[in-house]
Every structure is written in C-alpha cells, then in structure tokens.
C-alpha cells in the first residue's frame, strides 16, 4: 500500500472509541509465533509434556464440546451455559506487549472466540502464570470502557454495567470455571516484520479480575479471539482504521519445540494461495468434500453430506486454531481410520495397540517413510496432510492418530494446518491456503 504524509483522523459514531487516529500508511500489523514449549518461551517444559496425545485428545474432545455449545447457544435464544473450555498445552503463542511502559503478554490464538482477554493486577483471583501479569494502574494509557459502547453491547449476555457507567464482562462454565472483569481500552504494540519499529492500536480488551479455576491445565495469560464478532482484534482493528478486515497466520510443526510462526493482521500479500469460500457466522466454516489417502488414489468412500451444515445452522466444518487434533463425524473417522490402519499394517508392519488402537509403537520420523498424503479436498483446493499431520508422537516410541471422532461439528484443527499459511478475508468470506511457507517469516 503506497505511503501517504497525511494522518487521517477518523472518528465513529457507531464503533468502540468516539475518535481514534488511523494510519493509513500501515501495511500490517505482525508478531512472531513461538511453540509453548520453545527455549524462549516462559512455559518452555523439557520433558514436553505437550506432545503427549492424552493431552491433545482429551483437550480436543473438550474444545469440540464447547464449541458445538457455543454453536448450539448462538441457534437458541435461550440462556445456554456451555461446558468447560481446555486448551491444549500443545500450541503456539503470540508474543504481544500492552500498556506504557508496556507488559509482555503471551496469549492463544482462538477462531473459535471473539474476546481478547488477559489477566489483570490487581486482580481479586488470579490462576498462577509464569510471566508478569499486567497491572492497569502502572498504565497512562489504560482506560475503562463504558457500557453504552457497541464492544460492550455486543457481548449479549455475557456484558453486564457497574454502578458507574463501565462495561463488565463474564464468561461462565458449567464447571464453576469463569472469568470476568472489565472490558477496557489499552495500547497494544504488535512487533511489525516490515521495519523496526513496534506499531500500535488502542483496542479494547478483556482485563479478567477473577479468572477461578479457568483452564487449570494452562499457563498463558490470556486468550487471543480471532473470530468475526465485533469485539474480536480483527474486527478493531480494521474499524478504526489500522488495517483491512483480514488475518494470517502459519504454524511450524506442532511436534517440534524449536518451530516458529507468525501471526499477522490486514497485509493483503499474505491472503495469496489457493482461495476457498467461507461462511462467516459464529465461527468460520468451510465447504469440505471429501477425503482421500494418497494424492492419486480415488477418494475415500464418504459421503459428503456427513459434511454438510444443516438449514437450522447445526453441524459443518470450521477451521479451528485452538483445537490440536481434527473431529470426524464417527462414520468419516471410522472410514479413514480404518483406510489409514490398513497401510500402516500392509506396507510398514505396524498393527494398532490391543489397549490403545488409535495408537501404535514406533517413531513418525523414522518408522514412517513415504507414507501416503491424507488429502482434504475443499472447495477450489485442498489441505495435504504428510505423516507429520496424521500423527502425533506421543512419547519416544508410541505415536497415535492425529484425528479422533465427534458427533455433529467437524473441525480441522492445527496438526492438520501446521506448514501452511491460512489467511481470513472477512471482507470477501473467503479462505487462502498456501502450502509450504516460511512459517518463520
């Protein structure tokens, strides 16, 4: 985007702040992804806990439930409380600071969720994290939101007012698991790729004050939301001016600490790729056709209804950032399982466990060699999953399926997405997907 000398002033009468300057020389706003587990990640775990597919099954299983909650609760008009919410301890990091002087904070990236929130000093409950939290009172720039603003008001339920004008928020769990504090404003400085300078957006955020007992398995400090709503980052950003209504993002591979990423926001170059359209609702869905085991060998025998979202909004497919492992309906995972069985023991001499038969001893690296791609066949393109991507490595010897069954909702989580780069034109509804970039820029 060709630089201009003017500094546009953009005021809004119907979106978050009354007047917010705007740069519109601004190509993108970007930082680095790291692995949870990376050297220079504070939640860095030798042991690597996170690659254990205990772990990511059972976190999948859980997200898949709240997400199909979620999806239910946005159907009904009723009030609807969804389950627990775990995140997987296999997952990448965005590295972002906020307030002046500014605090480093480590969230995860959620398509699946609008809301950026962060743990807040002083805070009543704060679960124990390993980098500083934030404090609103050493900030100049932190200021709270009041409840009459559309942010607050697109919230619904989960967006109540104080005494004295300021929006609250709260989101609950039918575990008594919850987090609630203030939706306020505060500088964020991404870590741009395209000079040395920090760029930065005043944008409202989710500063939680009690967060009990929420995702006890998880250290982060808070959660990115990616999603389309109107208080996502996403959707800030691109209202006052900053950037255009789009995200990217790339994963290295999931299995190895070192891999890096990048997350960035409204650079068109990095939308090139094979496009597939999206429907945008709560989450982004996308139209998947079929499956096959192996780039020239005939689609798997499924019928592609199992994909299909019904007229009432149910059931379709989503890309999901913060689910590790892809959900199938049974009668899909049932179908490539089996296809995937079949060559693990006709062409590699690997049976399934008697006690574990989604999983198998040996090493994905070593034991593995020219295993056949696992093709998601979308609309206009597809995803190539390599070994990397149908496995997971459990522990030195024992890796297991990277795909697991769930009813209703299919989701394509990030094993399946790791070593492309997906980029969201909320503008255009529609989805690229390139293949082998540089996740590390």
């Known amino acids: ?55 990511a099954l059972e976190s999948t299983l859980s997200r898949h439930a709240y997400l199909r909650a979620r999806q239910q609760k946005a159907l009904q008009p009723a009030d ?9 301890k296999s997952a990448f990091l965005a590295n972002l600071s906020i307030g002046n002087p500014p605090t480093n904070v480590y969230v995860v990236l959620d398509t699946g969720s609008d809301l950026f929130w962060i743990q807040c000093e002083p805070c009543d409950v704060c679960y124990k994290q390993k980098d ?95 999603g389309p709503g109107l208080v996502s980052l996403v959707s800030q950003l691109s209202a006052i001016g900053k950037v255009s209504k789009s995200f990217a993002y790339c994963f290295g591979n999931l299995s190895n600490p070192n891999a890096g990423g990048f997350l960035v926001f409204g650079d068109a170059t990095y939308l090139n790729g094979d496009m597939t359209p999206m429907v945008i609702a709560e989450f982004y869905y996308v139209n998947l056709l079929g499956i096959g085991l192996g780039v020239e060998e005939p689609r798997l025998d499924i019928n592609s209804s199992s994909f299909e979202r019904k007229p009432d909004g149910s059931g379709g497919v989503i890309i999901d950032s913060g689910s590790t492992l892809s959900i199938f309906p049974p009668e899909v995972y049932e179908v490539v399982r089996n296809a995937v069985v079949d060559k693990l023991k ?22 593995l060699p020219l295993f056949p791609t696992l093709v998601l066949y979308l609309e206009s393109t597809g995803i190539l999953n390599d070994r990397w991507s149908i496995f997971l490595q459990r522990y030195d010897e ?44």
């Open 132 to 226: 500083p939290i934030y404090n609103r009172t050493k900030s100049d720039s932190y200021t709270e939101m009041l409840c009459n603003e559309p942010p607050c008001l697109s919230l619904g339920r989960e967006g109540q007012c104080s005494d004295s004008g300021s929006c609250l928020y709260q989101t609950s769990y039918a575990d008594g698991s919850r987090t609630s504090g203030l939706l306020s404003y505060e500088k964020v400085a991404f870590t741009s790729h395209y000079s040395d300078e920090d760029k930065t957006a005043q944008v409202g955020f989710g500063c939680g004050l009690q967060n009990l007992n929420f995702v006890t398995s998880s250290r982060d400090g808070g959660v990115l939301g990616l």
């Open 80 to 88: 609807f409380v969804p389950p627990p919410l775990i995140r997987d």
């Open 1 to 55: 985007m060709a630089s201009v000398n003017l500094l546009l002033i953009i005021c809004f009468t119907f979106i978050f702040s009354p007047c917010i300057s705007a740069a519109s020389d601004s190509k993108g706003f970007s930082t680095n992804l790291i692995h949870i587990h990376s050297p220079s990640s504070p939640y860095k775990n030798v042991k690597a806990e996170s690659l254990a597919k205990d772990t």
């Open 346 to 367: 006709k062409g590699y001499n690997i049976s399934p466990l008697t006690s574990s038969p989604d999983c198998f001893e040996g090493k994905i690296g070593r034991d």
């Open 398 to 441: 024992l890796f297991c399926l990277g795909f697991t069954s769930g009813e209703g909702l299919s989701i394509i989580g990030t094993l399946a997405q790791q070593s492309y780069k997906f980029g969201y034109n909320l503008e255009l509804s529609t989805l690229s997907i390139e293949s082998n970039p540089d996740c590390g820029l």
